[in-house]
């Protein structure tokens, strides 16, 4: 088999089994569970497993195009948690079925993949993309979607392009550090962690 017949989804078989873990330490919290925090000052574990959903679609589905315009609202799932700390409150089904979503677009994105792929760069959204979006979310989140744009205004940054290569890195990593905060808080207060056995 030639590298351009290669699929990519065997190298992440472990990132498939991270996600069944992290739906099973999510699905049986009850809404005063998914409000618990490590401190104040830290996000709560429904801000973590949102933004995880969140991240995991805008670098997918907004960025490399993957995905089905199902997956529309989940790109700035996490604006109210982002820009404004708010926590969104989502109940466990529906961070669960964020993340059975997002993994699934995931892993039909890594599987049609090969390693020839991974060097070509996704270009930044432009400002009337970024708009886009942004009027594209529930009305609760118009106004954090407002301050993204304005932000992102002010700061008058060229986002770079990027590789398929950068963006499946990133969001695997950002999936296992946000995974962690979210093992952490549980294991302080006293309910079951992500089990990570290896399997």
């Keep these: ?19 069944q873990h992290l739906v099973a330490a999510i699905a049986p919290l009850n809404s005063e569970q998914l409000a618990l925090r490590l ?8 801000m973590y497993a949102t933004h995880i959903v969140a991240n995991r679609a805008w670098w997918f589905h907004a960025r490399m195009g993957a995905g089905g315009d199902d997956l529309t609202p ?14 969104p409150c989502h109940p466990a089904t529906e961070l669960v079925n964020g993340l059975e979503k997002t993994w699934h677009m995931i892993e039909n994105t890594l599987a ?16 009337a993309k970024r708009i886009h979006h942004a009027h594209s979310v529930e009305p609760a989140l118009q106004p ?21 290569q950068w963006i ?13 905060e979210i093992s952490t808080t549980l294991g302080v207060h006293d309910l ?3 089990e990570l056995d290896g399997n």
């Design 1 to 19: 088999m030639t590298e351009q017949q290669l699929s990519l989804l065997p190298f992440y078989a472990g990132w498939r089994i991270y996600n």
């Design 39 to 46: 401190t104040p000052r830290h996000w709560s574990i429904g």
């Design 74 to 87: 989940f790109d700035l799932w996490a604006l109210g948690v982002c820009e404004g700390g708010v926590d």
């Design 112 to 127: 049609r993949l090969t390693p020839a792929d991974l060097a070509q760069v996704c270009p930044p959204l432009d400002e």
């Design 144 to 164: 954090f979607a407002q301050m993204w744009l304005d932000a992102a205004r002010l700061a008058g940054e060229v986002r770079p392009a990027r590789s398929r």
């Design 168 to 180: 499946i890195w990133g969001v695997l990593e950002h999936d296992i550090h946000h995974g962690s």
């Design 192 to 194: 079951p962690v992500l």
